[in-house]
T-cell receptor, first 112, second 117 residues
Framework: QQPVQSPQAVILREGEDAVINCSSS?????VHWYRQKHGEAPVFLMILLKGGEQKGHEKISASFNEKKQQSSLYLTASQLSYSGTYFCGTLLAGAGSYQLTFGKGTKLSVIP | DTGVSQDPRHKITKRGQNVTFRCDPI?????LYWYRQTLGQGPEFLTY????????KSRLLSDRFSAERPKGSFSTLEIQRTEQGDSAMYLC???????????????FGNGTRLTVT
């Protein structure tokens, strides 16, 4: 089951904040966030394992609401280097599977 | 850590031909994944190996696709009788077998772009 990401695209000016959401119709074991710049491979940002857990990576942090099967990625004081497409990947609870399923992505453009 | 290496970077083939791609993972990684990505979409899971064992395969994967990892090191992905719908970027990723919740971050290669004419 592919997770649903929103918004599909967002344009920010440098220094602005953004939130990217990821939701699933199935119970989740973990949520994984990656960023892909144009023409490059996806790069790992963070894994969230427990419900309600927040993890941080520079000025990028995320939360995971296990009960709502949702995760949000928070980008604060955005920089030009944050531009790219952000993907959430999900592992289903109880599936015993390592099939990480990615959403369609959220394209983030940071402009000066 | 020399990164995940994929070869070739680009492949153009005619419909009906067979193609084979190679992936060399990071040396200490024993998990290897193949994904397919089309424009504007996220990576789509194809299959996964732990060492030489192919443990999972997407149910959506046509039987024209086959993957091997004979000695638990490099892997090959073969597509037989290619179709235009197979045109995509084929990404390989590797990871350790341990980590948070038993899952470690995926390290992706730069992919092989397949164009079927």
């Amino acid at each position: 089951q592919q997770p649903v990401q929103s918004p599909q695209a967002v344009i920010l000016r440098e220094g602005e904040d953004a939130v990217i959401n990821c939701s699933s119709s199935k119970a989740l074991y973990s949520v994984h966030w990656y960023r892909q710049k144009h023409g490059e491979a996806p790069v790992f940002l963070m894994i969230l394992l427990k419900g309600g857990e927040q993890k941080g990576h520079e000025k990028i942090s995320a939360s995971f609401n296990e009960k709502k099967q949702q995760s949000s990625l928070y980008l604060t004081a955005s920089q030009l280097s944050y531009s790219g497409t952000y993907f959430c990947g999900t592992l289903l609870a109880g599936a015993g599977s390592y099939q990480l399923t990615f959403g369609k992505g959220t394209k983030l453009s940071v402009i000066p | 850590d020399t990164g995940v290496s994929q070869d070739p970077r680009h492949k153009i083939t005619k419909r009906g031909q067979n193609v084979t791609f190679r992936c060399d993972p990071i040396s200490e990684h024993n998990r290897l994944y193949w994904y397919r990505q089309t424009l504007g979409q996220g990576p789509e899971f194809l299959t996964y190996f732990q060492n030489e064992a192919q443990l999972e395969k997407s149910r959506l994967l046509s039987d024209r696709f086959s993957a091997e990892r004979p000695k638990g090191s490099f892997s090959t992905l073969e597509i037989q009788r290619t179709e235009q719908g197979d045109s995509a970027m084929y990404l390989c990723a590797s990871s350790r077998a341990t980590g948070l919740g038993g899952f470690s971050p995926l390290h992706f290669g730069n992919g092989t772009r397949l164009t079927v004419t």
